[in-house]
């Protein structure tokens, strides 16, 4: 093979490597839209923007498909090394996580349907308006520190992981209270816990994409390292006296 050759190949990869952070970045762009979408079609009892990301689902599913087609020739057909690597196995797992926020922005979308139908019903959550706002910055965060290979805001993704989890605990315990004040406030209630559930998972998600850019930065996996410092802390907390 000649150097000529030589620089060509090394071209076409670049180029095809570029390409698929390019489709990853377009479907990172649209699972964000679609949660925004989602939350604005919850909190305005919008019909219209709900239908429209449950219709826009199918675009997402293309586009995993699409990362993952071209990961698969790269890893064939290139056999790349290092850092490359682990980017194109990495863009598998993120197309697929990024496919499963879509989905939960569907359920978002679904449940923002079902309550518009319903006669409304005062029930006043502000919480899940900041853990919309902030698992949204956590999705858009990640997919930043994977394209970047930067490890520290990929850290930082999964600490405010933490954030949501403790938003989502407060969201349980007001719909509670408002449920056993009031029986009208039942099915709303129960709807807006799914919500929770929802935007807990898409910031679940973007922590599993922070996670992937810790890896593609470092070469670490920090996964079950997390889980460990969790299991510790948990021991390190006092007894209650009984």
């Known amino acids: 093979m000649t150097a000529d050759s030589n620089v ?3 071209r076409h990869f670049h180029d095809q490597l570029s390409a698929l952070k390019e489709t990853l970045l ?7 839209e679609r949660t925004d979408l989602a939350v604005e079609a919850l909190l305005n009892r919008d019909k219209e923007k709900a239908t429209l990301v449950i219709e826009g689902d199918p675009e997402l599913n293309r586009l995993e498909m699409e990362v993952e087609q071209a990961a698969v020739e790269l890893l064939a057909l290139q056999q790349p090394m290092a850092r490359d690597l682990r980017f194109i196995i990495g863009a598998i797992k993120v197309s697929n996580d990024l496919e499963r926020v879509g989905d939960h922005a569907v359920n978002i979308a679904e449940s923002a349907l079902r309550l518009s139908e319903k006669p409304k019903v005062n029930i006043r ?3 899940i ?3 919309a706002r902030r698992a949204r910055k956590m999705l858009g965060d990640s997919l930043d520190a994977f394209i970047r290979a930067d490890g520290a805001l990929g ?6 992981d933490d954030i949501v989890d403790s938003l989502h605990d407060s969201v349980f315990r007001v719909l509670l209270t ?3 004040a009031d029986a009208k ?10 919500v929770g559930r929802n935007l807990e ?3 679940d998600l973007a922590t599993n994409i922070g996670e992937d850019a810790v890896y593609l930065a470092e070469g670490k996996q920090i996964k079950h390292h997390r889980e460990e410092e969790h299991i510790n802390e948990a021991r390190l907390q006092p007894t209650p006296s009984s």
């Open 26 to 32: 377009g479907m990172s762009s649209k699972a964000e």
């Open 129 to 131: 308006e900041v853990m």
């Open 155 to 160: 850290r930082q993704v999964c600490k405010d």
């Open 8 to 10: 060509a190949g090394f």
């Open 178 to 180: 408002h449920m056993m």
């Open 125 to 127: 959550i502000p919480e």
């Open 185 to 194: 406030t039942i099915t709303p209630s129960l709807e807006l816990l799914l």
């Open 201 to 203: 998972r898409i910031a």
